[in-house]
């Protein structure tokens, strides 16, 4: 047990600390009861500790490929294999740390709020290994670089994010959120399976970079990525497979919903590996990088018209998840639209790429914040209705700050993450399409209109009878808050700094295919 | 022909499994058709998986030749795929089970509390 060995099974142990952690959760609470919060806080900790040390060494020596079950320095194909890699492999290269760094600060932030939140709420056991295999779900899929583990680690997410949803029932309305998403999802799922029996019919593999080696597009490839694509959208919650996202959403417990944005940005990350690490080269980009952006701009301006109106204050926020995740599609979407042309990447499709990269990030921790934020109200109120809301910035100054970075934050004002993230997509699209950029700014006047609209009916206005006994919440709530906000203003302050350290390999590694490939198939 | 019979029973049972989740409002005939289509899935892998004569890649059964052994890695996915089948639709039953104490129907037209 010497530290190279631990070092060099961090991959594996990326996904065994939360499974081990989850399972020993119930036993914990079962017999040292007052020992679990600090478990479940533990167990995060250690494995968001794990998640960033991949990432310092993905920084540092580029892209981790770890054979499951292989001595060390035996390689990803054995000698008498045929050239097939028969073990599953984990994949980590930039994309991947990316994401991983994303659902570590997400999932710690969630559980320090959460083991508060939760205090008043019984069977808290179940619901805190739920939480932590939920993380495992994520940490998977974004590191496996098999198809199928792919597929187990989605129905992993899926079914620990319907079980949490459904958790405190609120009158069977939570019960039909969690229904409506586990059937839509396991849907998606079954697709996503269904195209993985086309892909390895014709490659007898499941491994991406082999598939990824030997693709040629036919009408059964094509048939196999329309399934992914549909299949991973509704795991994504795009426009149009949106229905179930703001209905699981807006009642998961607020915690929970931080971390399932996460969940569904998993699903993100696995449309663009498919369709750059894996068909990449294949096809016209133009025709694909449209749909993408069509999906992109639907999901934009739906998911704000929908949220305008919206007066239960969660709904609303997952409204605006929805109409975020556009920004995404479309700033990925405009640099697969010219993937083909080298001066175009070179001159703004690689910013497009990247400004759409950096926005999951700013999503997942801007977006948390706020639910985070609005969970903090909701734990003291009890009240979901904005209408019946109001004075609460006089008793709950901090969550107040909170709200506020978060609202500032998803409405695109500097200096905060937003802010550089939808700024690099405006001038992107603007040199791409202006029509499109248009599109993204109105989108984004809708948006702060409509959060100053919450904040003002939230916190603002004189102090009403009804709340004067509201406190503000506990300190390890405003933690998870705190850490959130933390990142958002850091990375709003030094846009340069995160894009070079975080974004640039992420954007490097879907842009360069054959670097896929040759990491697994290199003989390395 | 007799040799992609499988595949048109997949095409069949998949169109059924849509046709249910799609048109029934029974939430619990919209839950057999997911079993349906996770059943279509599952015949799929499977049918992917069958080789004319070829035998399971046991090390002491190996023909003198070697090359009548098949990989059973379909059969492992199909395996697996039952396996979180089972799960998913213990889960989605009880939610079904919870959302008719609470509403008193399993309609999916009067699920629509979260709208309102």
Known sequence: ?524 | MIANLPFVAVALLIGIAFAMILLKYNMIKMIMGLGILEGAVNLFLVALGYRESGIAPIFTNSPANGSAMVMPTVQALTLTNIVIGVATMALMLVFVMLVYKKYGTVDANEMRRLRE
């Open chain 1, 1 to 524: 047990m010497n530290v190279d060995f631990l070092t060099a099974s961090l991959p594996a142990l990326l996904i065994t600390v939360p499974l081990f952690g989850a399972f020993l959760t119930p036993v914990c609470g079962r017999f040292l009861p007052n020992a679990r919060d600090a478990w479940v806080i533990l167990t995060s900790i250690v494995s968001s500790a794990i998640a960033v040390l991949l990432a310092v060494q993905v920084y540092a020596k580029g892209t981790i490929v770890y054979v499951f079950g292989a001595a060390p320095g035996l390689g990803t194909i054995p000698a008498d294999s045929g050239g097939m890699p028969i073990r599953i492999l984990f994949h980590i290269d930039g994309f991947g740390v990316f994401m991983l760094i994303s659902a570590a600060i997400v999932s710690f932030a969630g559980i320090l709020y959460l083991t508060v939140s939760q205090s008043r709420r019984s069977s808290r056991s179940e619901f805190y290994a739920l939480y932590l295999l939920l993380v495992a779900g994520i940490f998977g899929m974004v590191s496996t670089d098999d198809l199928f583990n792919f597929f187990v680690f989605l129905e992993i997410n899926s079914l620990a994010a319907s079980a949490l949803t459904a958790y405190h029932r609120n009158g069977g309305l939570a019960i039909e959120g969690a229904l409506k998403y586990l059937i839509i999802n396991t849907v998606g799922g079954l697709m996503i399976l269904f195209a993985i029996g086309l892909l390895y019919a014709k490659y007898n593999s499941l491994n991406m970079a082999v598939i990824a080696s030997q693709l040629s597009l036919t009408t059964l490839n094509l048939l196999a990525l329309i399934l992914l694509i549909a299949g991973l959208a509704t795991k994504a919650g795009v426009v149009p497979f949106h229905f179930a996202t703001p209905d699981a959403y807006s009642v998961a417990p607020s915690g929970v919903t931080t971390l399932m944005i996460v969940a569904s940005q998993a699903g993100l990350y696995g449309l663009f590996r498919i369709i750059f690490s894996v068909y990449g080269s294949m096809f016209t980009p133009a025709a694909v990088g449209w749909i993408v952006i069509i999906l992109g701009v639907l999901s934009m301006f739906i998911g704000v018209t929908m949220a305008i109106p919206q007066k239960d204050i969660k709904r609303l926020l997952s409204y605006h998840a929805v109409s975020q995740t556009g920004y995404m599609l479309l700033g990925v979407g405009t640099a697969l639209a010219i993937f083909d042309d080298t001066t175009l990447i070179n001159t703004f499709g690689r910013m497009a790429m990247e400004g759409g990269l950096f926005h999951i990030i700013n999503h997942a921790l801007y977006k948390g914040l706020l639910f985070l934020a609005v969970g903090a109200v909701i734990y003291r109120t009890g009240v979901w209705n904005l209408n019946q809301m109001g004075g609460l910035g006089h008793k709950m100054k901090w969550t107040m700050i909170f709200f506020l970075i978060g609202t500032l934050a998803i409405a695109g004002i500097p200096p905060f993450n937003g802010f550089a993230s939808k700024l690099m997509i405006y001038e992107s699209t603007f040199a791409f399409n202006p029509a499109i950029a248009v599109i993204a700014m109105v989108v984004s006047i809708l948006t702060l209109a409509s959060f100053m609209k919450v904040f003002h009916s939230v916190f603002m206005g004189p102090e009403l009878p009804e709340y004067a006994n509201v406190r503000e919440v506990p300190k390890r709530m405003l933690a998870g808050m705190a850490i959130l906000a933390v990142f958002v203003i850091a990375f709003g302050f030094v846009p340069d700094l995160t894009v070079n350290i975080l974004i640039a390999p992420a954007a490097d590694a879907l842009l360069h295919q054959e670097q896929y490939i040759l990491c697994v198939l290199g003989g390395g």
